[in-house]
């Protein structure tokens, strides 16, 4: 077997020597905002209008066995901030490198992604509990690590390694902010049985730790093993089963520690059927949470559309703590000559710190062109967690917004939009936010 690094299967047979070398991206913005809200805060605020100026940044360079990728960005905010008069301030930074390197049938990846801005602006939003969201100022920061070692995939015997490490931290000035770590490692040996036989042994194990009052920690480990049956040209079954052991730990007084352990078998039943315009694919499991057992069954369809595609999924969830509940998805595009279109809908059953919540979601985007130097997009978002815990509330988020961009030059553009921001929560006050902008922005490239 061959040590190497990570890339995709056959991208390096497709690529041109056009795809080698080193490339530099530099993107700059400026824009006049007006905001009746800007930290989305409950109650009648003053209206901000202010400056954004952000600079962006992006080095790649290629060979055939290597990638590299660094990238960067600022936005700096100057003028009218709420109720603090005339400042400026950092709205955001982000810093991230991607590492990819395959030699033969091995490969090797590493990802690091950093993003810091104001509470109030956040834009990662399917991760998030409601004590994320309803957030009153400060900074948020994100910093996702993870990489991925595969060694002879080809090989009648392989490895694969996976690691994985999340922080969100909130600084002091964020109220109601809760910081959380998460992280993870998991090592599977897959070995090839037949031509159409892979049996995998793996094992792993991760920890999550919430920085509240309850200072709640749960660490995971799990062993099992997964099978790969290729049945014919078109299907294909999949299936698993592993022993779960949870540990779970609180803090019920000052210096006293509550354990709970939660164990049993979790196990996965699935196929994949290759059709002439698209697949069919379903799976039942059962698994072992923090909240209890959880049972999930879906049944799913994807078409292949003569300007687009459609997926269709169905099925059901239900836990030791919930009742069943209809989970769906639905993922659709369309394209014309002139415009795209795009929707998803889901709903899923998660399971976090030991609650569990009903997770709906709805996105729809198009964009399109007006004339051959103006272009416009829209994007609406709604987020709906319906927690199945009486302990914790519910929350709804509404996003919205609206673009118009029109080339000025070959390289410069100017740009003008509306967005509209709706959060929701039991108990408390709803609060939402209006603001439009117009600026300019410039993108080129360069390689040395």
Known sequence: MTLGLLTQGGVHAQQTDNDFGSKLTLRFSERLIADDNLG?????????????????????????????SLRGGIDYDAGRLGN????????????????????????????????????SNRTEVDDLTGEDLIVNGGDVARWQNEFTLAIGQESTVGLILRGSRQDIEYDNNAVGGVDRTSQSLSLSVPVRVTPVAVITPFAGLSRSERDNAQEYTSENHYFGVSARLQAGEALTWNASIQHTDLDIRTTVAPGIRALRERKGVAANLGFNMARPN???????????????RQYNAFLRRELKLPRGSVGVQIGAGKSDTSDLSPLFGLDWTYDTRRAKFGATVRQQLTSDAGSESIVSVVSLKASGDLTETTSWSTEASYYDYDSQSAAVTDYRRLDLELGLTRDLTADWELTAGYRYRNIDRTGQARRSSNSVYVGLQREFSYRP
């Open 84 to 119: 603090n008069g005339t400042e400026g301030r950092i709205e955001s930074r982000n810093f991230g490198l991607t590492y990819r390197r395959e030699i033969g049938d091995s490969e090797f990846e590493f990802i690091s992604n950093y993003r810091r801005n104001r509470t």
């Open 278 to 292: 698209g697949t069919i694919s379903g799976s039942v499991s059962t698994s072992v949470q923090t909240s209890g």
């Open 40 to 68: 989305l805060t409950a109650g009648n605020q003053p209206t901000s209008v202010y400056a954004r100026t952000g600079l962006d940044l992006n080095f790649t360079t290629r060979t055939r066995t290597d990638r590299f």
